[in-house]
């Protein structure tokens, strides 16, 4: 585990330290700093966090980036809520989370079990091969968002795709019998969540290979659908200020791991 951080993170985040030094200094304009800050980290995790995925393409690509993201810091569950708090904070309120289908802003407080409150999604639902929320699979932040109890639990643990009637506390979200349409506004990220656990986790510890698939009622099944529509949601929502920001915090904060699929969208359609 530490080995590759000896060799990768720590200059890594090095070099995440001098950027965040120049942004420091653009920010004094009052232009938007984040299109300098993505570039100028792309560029460094290139050459550092990615470098042995750089010109691979499908299986090998897969492999290789399944390598550089295992070696992460593991969250309890009970430590994801503070994480989420941190990863999920609205930009335009910091005492406020933003609910991931809702779109709602909500205190940072205001979570829990209780109607209206918000909890813990797992956007790749913990029953697809069975992982519940001790520490791995179900605790890996990368996935999880906050939510209003009530949708969480309307979203259950279908499969994503198009279609359905649109949920009342939720709009821009449809859902029928067999499957969940998240609003426009995260579609690509919902995707690129999935993807992300299907590099994470092979079968290689304690835990199931996940795969996405193009089905919807996987069940238990160690599959989530559907993968042409994930697809297509993934180029139609491509990564945003929030979306890439989440990932910076989580890979600096709590993690110390990347969802590729958000640095390089284009590794979807390379790998599937
Ligand atoms: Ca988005
Ligand atoms: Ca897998």
Redesign the pocket.
Known sequence: MSRRHSFYARPLLAAAAAVTVLTGTAAAAPADPSPGRYTATAAALDDTYYQDALGKTGAELKAALHTIISDQTKLSYDQVWDALKATDEDPANSSNVVLLYTGRSQSKNDNGGGSGQWNREHVWAKSHGDFGTSTGPGTDVHHLRPEDVQVNSTRGNKDFDNGGSELAGAPGNFTDGDSFEPRDEVKGDVARMILYM??R???TDSFA???PNDQVDNGSAPKMGKLSVLKQWSQEDPPDTFEKRRNDVIFEQFQHNRNPFIDHPEWVGSIW
């Open positions: 299907a590099v986790y092979e079968g290979d996940l795969e």
